[in-house]
């Protein structure tokens, strides 16, 4: 039932928020958290480059779950203008946090089934890792409907999910196969990139030229890096 999914999703959010939770595992002391987060960074600009993005100063972006804005943050790095941003996300605690990093962005309490928006408003949307996070099916297509909705008809969605994570069953990997049936009538463009987090976390202490090594060769690989455009 989607209700139960969505009572379900925001309890495991719920239980991400424990800053131990954070510390451990979303922290630049972790070595393999800024390797994964460079790695993902590169091949981000090198997309946005490649599709004419050379410039965000005049770009209006949407994230869909967009937490604490720590993704909306990194594209303030890249040059977007703070009040073209905006985000939404279903729990109001992050909403908060996340209004307090970027005070000048537009960030709403919302359900990405539901966005408050008029449609065709924005150059680019952003998901990462909220789809993974969902497991009824139809949430997931009113999502993605929802989506196309409120994308410029030349705009682009940048999607970062991993299509692979055995060890919570509170997540579904998402492959090509089922992103291509979400945004059927799509244009697709998929990179297999970030070194698996268990992978990552082993290897990156003892050896941060093998882990870039292991992430060139794509099959220890967890996420896709996709870039979907409107027929």
Known sequence: MPQQDLERLKKEYQRRADPAYYKNTYSFSNPAYVFMLQSQERALLSCLKEFGFQSLNQSKILEIGCGRGGV???????????????????????????????????????????????????????????????????????????????????????????????????????????????????????????????IARLIVPISWALAVILESLKVFNSHYLAIITKQ
Not at 120 to 136: E, G, M, N, R
Not at 177 to 193: A, D, G, M, P, R
Request: aromatic share 12%.
């Open 72 to 198: 909306m943050l990194g594209f303030l790095r890249y040059g977007a203008t703070a009040s073209n941003l905006s985000g939404i996300d279903i729990l109001l605690d992050r909403v908060v946090l996340a209004k307090q990093t970027l005070p000048e962005s537009k960030i709403s309490c919302a359900d990405g089934q539901f966005l408050p928006y008029e449609s065709a408003q924005f150059d680019i949307l952003l998901q990462f890792t909220a789809f993974s996070s969902i497991l009824d099916p139809q949430i997931k297509r009113n999502m993605a409907s929802e989506m196309l909705r409120v994308l410029k008809p030349d705009g682009v969605i940048l999607w970062y999910d991993f299509w692979w994570n055995p060890t919570n069953p509170q997540t579904a990997g998402i492959k090509p196969k089922e992103i291509k049936i979400l945004f059927s009538n799509c244009v697709f463009k998929l990179h297999k990139i970030t070194l698996a987090p268990p």
